[in-house]
């Protein structure tokens, strides 16, 4: 199913959108089916995301690169900057100061003569153990897959290697390493890609994750270019419904306290309510293995539109932030936008949590909500509010422990409905989107209610959260116990909100969330 994704890459298109450099207002493009369009303001297309990162123009699936560097943070991403579908793999690139604004910078890789550039990570070489730079001027280092679409058309199996590249003027440009590949392809198969590294602290050592096929493996470096095999993990452990995808790992504490260590693994498909989604492990890593003794499987987000999610490298205070593609390749390259396709899901500050076993919960980080202005309503039951933005919003209530029954909908003079809630008897939460609006670009899109099995923090009440932006819904319940993501496109914005439940509905407060675009020049 990838594999023919991969295939069909090499035959895609370019005859499609132009004028994607221009920032004009007004600019004219061409669609899809080569007929001129008068194309909106900037960032005010149909269903664009207004605080959300999506590319400027064409397609984009995968963060990449994640990493925090200079007071900068920095995204990269998979990238077709000739297309709305995918196609050779680029590095796009953005960056931001507080992961809530982000500038638009020129793309960072392109492919070369070894392959498209495929989805991976970087790191600040603060020491200069590659050599590329110098102690004064660190290098920043990148490590991606390339995928060679030749050497896969030619029947192939050893398409896909690891190369690395580097940037001395803090990530503005980069060089690609003349002896790449560093990572060959020997035997590994034809899914072999996605390297994450990190510095170990504890062994002194850059570490890196790969994936081949239905595991994923575990090398270690001295100065990131030779690298040594240590150990395999997961043939045998967790979703097996389709490959093994974009490995992360880093260490957490419980509530400040006890120290593990999380392993992040994407699989498409396979995923819970279909197609592709995030698991993760619980465990130990002592520098050259990783243990687990987590026996059910976990989902990093419940919903359909999370995938290929990995965190910043190089954080200050611990901190561990993630960032999703949200889409699903199961109608990623149907998605009815015209000019760009798909968009990130929020920067969400993952935590550690303990009850029965561990668990991670995952909610967007401060800069999004701190400056937002709340109207707080009082506690009644149901709740209707009318002629509210709740295209673009944040909004939050609570209820009590051990909540009944509950049904958010969201609504709009088309008539069209989403629907979030909780069923009791089923003890899970769900996201109905199959009367949401457009969604016939997809049979696979709204064929089924997303549920999640309810995990509630015991302590007080239940806070229910929802994030909406032109064409998504992001469902927090007890700060990001429970996180549920789906696009959603609304023949119109979304205006009235009901809230159905025997409880009463406690401080209920919404906010229009502004936009974060504004034009802006990569040149
Ligand atoms: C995940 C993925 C990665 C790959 C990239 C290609 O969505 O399939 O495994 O590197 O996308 O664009």
Known sequence: MRFRKFVLGLVTATFLTSGCKEKNNAEVVKTEN??????????????????????????????????????????????????????????????????????????????????????????????????FGSAENPPMVAMFTYHNAEMAEAGREDYQTQGIAYSLDDGDTWEKYEGNPVVPNVDQGIDFRDPKIFWHEASQKWILLLVAGDHAQIYNSTDLKKWDFLSDFGQKRGAHGGVW??????????????????????????????????????????GKT??????????????????????????????RVFLGWMSNWNYGEQTPTEKWRSAMTLPRKLELKKDDGYFLTNYPVDAITQNLSYE??????????????????????????????????????????????YSKTQNQFYIDRIASGETDFSEKFADRIMTAPAQFIKKGPTSISLFTDQSSIEFFVDGGATAMTAQVFPKSPYTILNIQTEDVVKNLKLAPVPSIWKNQSTD
């Open 290 to 319: 990783f243990t687990s003794q987590q026996k059910e499987d976990k989902w990093i987000d419940w919903g359909r539109d999370n995938y290929a999610g990995v965190t910043f490298n190089n954080m200050p205070q611990d901190d």
């Open 245 to 286: 995808e974009c490995p992360d790992l880093f260490p957490l504490k419980v509530d400040g306290g006890e120290e593990k260590w999380v392993l992040l693994i994407s699989i498409n498909p396979g995923a819970p309510n279909g197609g592709s989604g995030t698991q993760y492990f619980v465990g130990e890593f002592d």
């Open 376 to 421: 707080n309503f009082a506690a009644e039951k149901p709740v209707q509010l009318e002629n509210k933005d709740l295209n673009q919003a944040h909004i939050e209530f609570e209820l009590p422990e051990n909540p009944s029954d509950f049904r958010i909908a969201l609504s709009n003079a088309s008539k069209d409905s989403v629907y979030v809630g």
């Open 34 to 131: 080569n007929t001129t369009t008068t194309d909106s303001a900037y960032y005010q297309e149909k269903y664009r995301p207004q605080y959300h990162f999506s590319p400027e123009a064409n397609w984009m699936n995968d963060p990449n690169g994640l990493v925090f560097y200079k007071d900068t943070y920095h995204l990269f991403y998979q990238y077709y900057p000739d297309d709305t579908k995918w196609g050779p793999m680029h590095w796009g690139h953005a960056t931001s100061k507080n992961l809530r604004d982000w500038e638009h910078k020129p793309v960072a890789l392109a492919p070369d003569s070894l392959g498209y550039i495929f989805s991976g990570s970087a790191v600040v070489d603060q020491n200069n153990s590659s050599g």
